[in-house]
T-cell receptor, first 117, second 114 residues
C-alpha cells in the first residue's frame, strides 16, 4: 500500500525567507510524486512532479523538490517566500503497482503556508 | 485553452435527495477523475474515467456513481444524500490515464447537505 505524510499542518514564514514543506511517502515500488497548491476557493494547481527522472525537480513559481529514496522524502522548497505563496500545499504519491496496476493517487493532508509581511 | 469547468459551483440539497455534478475537461483530455475534499478527511479519490470506462474506484459507497460521455464530459451522481456528503467535489482531467501524468483541476462544486 502507498501512503503520504505531510509532517507539518501549518508552516509560517516571513516574506523573503526560505520555505520548506516536508513530505514523506511510503511505497513498495518507484512512485510518481507530485506537489499541488490550492489557493482559497480555487482548484488545485500542479507545482511540480517526479517520475523517476532527475531527483531534483524544478517547478513553477520558483519551487523545487528533491526526491530522496533513502529517506523516502520529497520535500518542497523555495528560496524566498512571497505573499502570493500563501496557500494550501498537497503532496501526492501514485504508484500503479501499489494499486494493483491502476494509478490511484493518495493525497497528503495538506500544509497551510502562512506568509507574514 | 479553456480549463476544467465544473457546474454548478454551489449546491444546497436536503438529506435523502440526489444530486448530479458535471465536469467538462480540457479539450483533448480523455481522463476525468473525481475527488471529495472535506476538512476531516482531506482529499479522497472517488473514481476515474477514461474513454467512457471507469478505470479506478476509491473506497466510497455505491451511492456515489459516475459516468463519462463520448466527448469526455463527466457527471457524478450521489443518491440518498447524507449530511456527511457535504464537501467540495473536485474534478480533474488528464491527457492520459492518471498516475504518472499531471492532472488539471477544476474550481470544484461546493455541496451542502442540510
Amino acid at each position: 500500500a502507498q501512503s503520504v505524510t505531510q509532517l507539518d499542518s501549518h508552516v509560517s514564514v516571513s516574506e523573503g525567507t526560505p520555505v520548506l514543506l516536508r513530505c514523506n511517502y511510503s511505497s513498495s515500488y518507484s512512485p510518481s510524486l507530485f506537489w499541488y497548491v490550492q489557493h482559497p476557493n480555487k482548484g488545485l494547481q500542479l507545482l511540480l512532479k517526479y517520475t523517476s527522472a532527475a531527483t531534483l525537480v524544478k517547478g513553477i513559481n520558483g519551487f523545487e523538490a528533491e526526491f530522496k529514496k533513502s529517506e523516502t522524502s520529497f520535500h518542497l522548497t523555495k528560496p524566498s517566500a512571497h505573499m502570493s505563496d500563501a496557500a494550501e500545499y498537497f503532496c501526492v504519491v501514485s504508484d500503479s503497482r501499489a494499486s494493483g496496476g491502476s494509478y490511484i493517487p493518495t493525497f497528503g493532508r495538506g500544509t497551510s503556508l502562512i506568509v507574514h509581511p | 485553452k479553456a480549463g476544467v469547468t465544473q457546474t454548478p459551483r454551489y449546491l444546497i440539497k436536503t438529506r435523502g435527495q440526489q444530486v448530479t455534478l458535471s465536469c467538462s475537461p480540457i479539450s483533448g483530455h480523455r481522463s476525468v477523475s473525481w475527488y471529495q475534499q472535506t476538512p476531516g478527511q482531506g482529499l479522497q479519490f472517488l473514481f476515474e474515467y477514461f474513454s467512457e470506462t471507469q478505470r479506478n474506484k476509491g473506497n466510497f459507497p455505491g451511492r456515489f456513481s459516475g459516468r463519462q460521455f463520448s466527448n469526455s464530459r463527466s457527471e457524478m451522481n450521489v443518491s440518498t444524500l447524507e449530511l456527511g456528503d457535504s464537501a467540495l467535489y473536485l474534478c480533474a482531467s488528464s491527457l492520459r490515464a492518471s498516475g504518472g501524468y499531471e492532472q488539471y483541476f477544476g474550481p470544484g462544486t461546493r455541496l451542502t447537505v442540510t
